[in-house]
């Protein structure tokens, strides 16, 4: 998927919603500036290729948190579907199964949990932690019993970030053409309870003891924060600065990433979000040590455009430009990738402890 086609498929999406659900979809929080930056930020590195090596055979394919996928590509929790297509999550369901991926269900969904036909164990559920933590209890009971492979709590969100404009919230008018959005289930709080603002590492180790199932958290940007979330018995880390709508000026996940690496040093598998756009993109958080990447607004157009055969050709897309990046880099797999490949800009200072 070079950048072009990326440009096309959201012009193509942009035609075809309306315009307050494709402000939503797009937009960031503040003045945008994470959301303009976090595609630019991974075009910030330049890679150093391989030559003279037999790339005729590549392979995409990868295992994340004992999952096989076809490629290092999941699609990011993304919250109600139903208004960019009928099918909704469904739809993108199907379209991960073909391509060869999973999804990770919002807690925002347009539909309940046992309309999307997920196939058990190859899908995770993300959840914020609500005020009432009952309901978010029984969400991840629900989850687990249909199949849910993982927990991804989302761990930015203490409360919704204003949007562009100052409005927190989808307009009410958007959620009545949302087709099949259960009264309960609502934009950024709407209606579903709001997110606590006193959120620990014991909600994390309560839902991983109440469900059985690996914990994983979300919105991670510091190696210090990462560190402790390591020590605290997570199963995995989602570098994730929220696409640009929580904390507007937060560091690009593509420049956050490599402290993240560096602090968690092989303990838990890392994953990424962010601007990911192409296979250089891909190839360059997997370069940095992610295990994966995970695309939302991509998954989002496709889904517009094409519903289940939209996402799957998005997926299919990046796959065959990710093998491209592969050659180019005289590399053959996922397991080949080390970070000599890359040339970092200046980063940040790392942050203490």
Not at 6 to 22: G, I, K, M, N
Not at 84 to 111: D, F, K, N, W, Y
Not at 191 to 220: F, H, I, R, Y
Request: aromatic share 4%; charged share 20%; hydrophobic share 45%.
């Amino acid at each position: 998927m070079g950048t072009g086609l990326t440009d096309e498929l959201r012009a193509r999406a942009a035609a075809l919603l309306d315009p307050v659900v494709r402000d939503y979809y797009n937009g960031g929080s503040g003045d945008g500036q994470s959301a303009a930056e976090a595609a630019q930020a991974w075009r910030s590195y330049r890679l150093r290729p391989h030559v003279l090596r037999d790339v005729a055979t590549v392979d995409t394919r990868t295992t994340v948190a004992g999952l096989e996928l076809g490629l290092p590509v999941l699609a990011a929790p993304t919250a109600l579907q139903g208004l960019a297509h009928a099918a909704a999550e469904r739809a993108t369901a199907q379209g991960c199964a073909a391509a060869g991926t999973i999804p990770v269900v919002s807690t925002r969904a347009s539909l309940p949990l046992e309309q999307m036909g997920l196939a058990p164990g190859r899908w995770w559920m993300q959840l914020y932690v609500l005020q009432d933590r009952r309901t978010t209890h029984d969400l991840a009971l629900r989850a687990r019993d249909l199949g849910a492979a993982a927990l991804v709590v989302t761990v930015d969100t203490p409360v919704v970030a204003s949007r562009a404009g100052g409005r927190a919230a989808l307009p009410r008018e958007v959620l009545r053409v949302a087709p099949g959005i259960p009264p309960a289930d609502s934009a950024d709080g709407l209606g579903a309870g709001e997110q606590a603002m006193d959120v620990s590492v014991v909600d994390l180790s309560l839902l991983a003891e109440l469900t059985g199932l690996p914990v994983w958290a979300k919105g991670v940007l510091r190696g210090d924060d990462a560190a402790r979330l390591v020590t605290a018995g997570v199963a995995g880390l989602i570098v994730s600065n929220h696409g640009g709508r929580q904390l507007d000026g937060a560091i690009a996940t593509a420049h956050a990433l490599p402290e993240v690496v560096d602090a968690v040093a092989g303990r838990v598998p890392v994953l990424v979000d962010g601007g990911v756009r192409n296979g250089r993109d891909v190839l360059t958080a997997l370069t940095l040590g992610a295990s994966a990447v995970l695309i939302g607004r991509p998954v989002l157009w496709g889904l517009t455009v094409g519903g289940a055969a939209g996402v799957a050709a998005v997926f299919d897309d990046l796959r065959r430009d990710l093998e491209e990046q592969f050659r180019l880099c005289g590399v053959t797999s996922v397991a080949d990738l080390r970070r000599d490949l890359l040339v970092e800009p200046t980063r940040p200072s790392p942050t203490p402890g």
